[in-house]
């Protein structure tokens, strides 16, 4: 899961890999990613 975005000339990132193979589940959820990229931003 990745979240890129630009805000006041800057570009932020995030990027969410799971453990292991791609059955694995990912650490954070979209809404948790949400809450990062608000409190970022």
């Given at each position: 899961?990745?979240?890129i975005?630009?805000?006041?000339?800057?570009?932020?990132?995030?990027?969410?890999?799971?453990?292991?193979?791609?059955?694995?589940?990912?650490?954070?959820?979209?809404?948790?990613?949400?809450?990062?990229v608000?409190?970022?931003?």
């Open positions: 899961m990745k979240a975005w630009s805000s006041d000339n800057f570009s932020y990132c995030i990027l969410v890999r799971g453990q292991g193979d791609l059955r694995d589940t990912y650490g954070l959820g979209s809404d948790d990613i949400a809450s990062l608000d409190a970022i931003a």
